[in-house]
């Protein structure tokens, strides 16, 4: 029998990881990505990898990393999978440091451990602050290994378009686009895995990189995938506002001391450093006196929305808090930390050495994704997901450094077991009609697009949903304006199909690609705002003023959209999660656990 | 501050055999510009300055925080990533090229490819047995982690590259960025097992001979890689080698 064949989309942790096991497994793999896979989003991962490793004589476990991660999820996530994640982090540090990632080191050449918010463990590996970056060449060093040695074959600057499914409904591979050539052609495969990240375009600006539309997911959603918790969206304390994007600065700086606070005078415009101690507001450190600054993501992006919008003591009037690095040393600043004040000063032109930063929460993760069971796969047979394009492992809140460990875990779940469904696969029997078929669908629709005589610019209307996701999607959320969003996001679908593409060749045309990613992003932005206008209770990031508590009776459980495609709108469907390791309780960071 | 603005002149080329032409942009100027976001905000109102209705820009582009390595472009001449390069630092009009030394795909993008497959040639990872469960790592100083991690930054950007006058087609100079990494892994108490191999391939034509030393990578660098450092320390062993292996005939 031949080796079977896999198709990875995807060349982030997820996907690299996935890719080194089926290779180890004599697999063959073709490896998809939109961009060359060194320069994946991955990258931009700054603070660390999580593994309780108890190197520093804490008396820490992976059942309290289990334990965190669940409670800092407030208990969304089904708990198995969660509790084996952190069961083979240790695993999955040894295995990196033997790849050769520079972490840094203790005095006696140890991993050094930081802390991270939502524990109170220094829990997490570090690479400077460059870990997403240094974890992710050292997976793509390994990939390059087995592509030279003809056991990978990469296709960078393809971008997949949708699965070929047969007539039974199962995938027999993939269709996709040659972004220079713009040649649409079908690969086939007895296994696909997806591992295409987060959809931050969905919100304009955000912490992602450019590729991080959401487009694979939601063109498969749209083809049967179910689609899970999409409206659990992670907004990040603490980014620098810009123009292109919102620059994530790491939660590590917090973790190495950093400090958030705000001058007790409304519209203070003195130099931050001549303002004395008792001047300044240190709003976490006062609310939240166990964890302080290290309070999980969504408790203080509330908090800084809290200081900024109610009580109107946000910097010189503006929405913009301090983040304070000028107490701790320098030499210690750039030995731990210097990728990420490297950035603030290349582009606020500031050194956050001398002078506090000025930050603004900015959407950052996507806790939701596609519904995958425990061994990775989808509900259409043949389709696998890893890392954050799937729901599977940070529940209605992700914790700092958790999302590089769950995109090696989920990837090193997903990779063996596509190869061992497609070991068991029955061939297609009847030839190759569903992939000339599906070529041809893609196919118009790019002519459509191509040939569209309309008055809407593309980007123009990007930057539409950009501002209306993030205005009512994100942070606060009230029933009404969800209601509202999702009026317009059904007017903008109607806006899309009047839409004037400026380019119309048939070379390197960015245009097609992005316009293409446009309507999926348009069809998945529908899942989230019907998502949280569903879900009457405030859990972990999402929060509704006129639902202020969690409601386990009514929402302990996990959101599934579907398409339907008559309707040309989501459906929905609640699934029990599984709380069978620890049972739900509060979740409150002004006290410890 | 009414009124300001920002031109933009861009080097562009339709497909890789056509013949390249320039056009120019006026931009309202706004605090923090770049030049992606001003690339972006082209794409979003397509028109050149004298009011002609054109295409978006193609350009390679990523993370926009200069650590993906994509969006490298000649900025007034300079070899640089284009996402921080902030347009208020930036004498006008801006003038925008591709690379010079690398195959043009369209406008601003290039086939930068060449340097995987450099990185290849010379086996630019940690030789490991499995990726099973088999233990820790062997142990690393800080004093050694403090060596390996400024070079494990190189973003691939190839700007090191671009600007080294020994780089291109006649020599087929591997490039800085390339013999760092021989540096890297060749230091690396498991990745040196493949150590003479490395050495080897940066012998002869296209290897490390080629340098000249001009040192434009090191000035180029935007993550500030050692890169003459470890040109020429791992010029020092190949030599060693080459000289060893002449006796051992």
Redesign the interface.
Known sequence: MAAPRIIVIGGGLAGLAAVIKIAEMGADVDLFSIVPVKRSHSVCAQGGINAAKNLKGEGDSTWIHFDDTVYGGDFLANQPPVKDMCEAAPGIIDLLDRMGVPFNRTPEGLLDFRRFGGTLYNRTAFAGATTGQQLLYALDEQVRRYESEGKVKKYEHWEFLSAVLDGNRVCRGICAMDLRSMEVRTFPADAIIIATGGNGAIFGKSTNSVVCTGSAQSALYQQGCYYANGEFIQVHPTCIPGNDKLRLMSESARGEGGRVWVPKAPGDKRDPKTIPQNERWYFLEEWYPKYGNLVPRDIATRAIFKVVFELNLGIDGKPMVYLDLTHIDRKILDRKLEGILEIYEKFVGDDPRDTPMKIFPGMHYTMGGLWIDFKQATNIPGIFAAGECEYQYHGANRLGANSLVSCIYGGQIAGPNAVKYARGLQALPDGNGVFEAEKKKQEDANSLLMNNQGTENPFRLWQELGELMTKDCTVIRYNKNLQQTDAKLVEMLERFRKVNLSDRTQWANTSVAFTRQLYNMLQLARVIAQGARMRDESRGAHYKPDFPERDDKNFLKTTKAYFAPDADEPKFEFEEVDVSLIPPRPRKYDAAK | MANKSVIIKIKRQ??PTSNSYWEEFELAW?P???V??SL?EI????VTRDGK????I?Y???????????CAMLINGRARMA??A?IDNLEQPVKLEPFSKFPI???L?TDR?VI?EN??IV??????D??Y?????P????E???Q??PI??C??CTCCMEACPQFNEDTGFVGAATIAQVRL?NT?P??KELQRERLSALMGDGGIQECGYAQNCVEVCPKDIPLTKAISEVGGAVMKQAIGDLFRR
């Open positions: 339709n497909n706004h923090g510009m770049n992606i976001s972006m794409a979003a109102n397509p209705a054109t295409t978006p193609t390679d582009s990523n993370c926009l925080e200069e650590v993906c390595g994509s996402c921080s902030l795909v369209r406008d993008a490819s995987f990185l290849k086996k630019a990872w940690v030789p490991i499995g990726t469960d088999l233990g820790p790592g142990r690393v100083s800080p050694e982690q403090e390996a991690y494990s930054r973003i691939s892994f690396h498991t990745g």
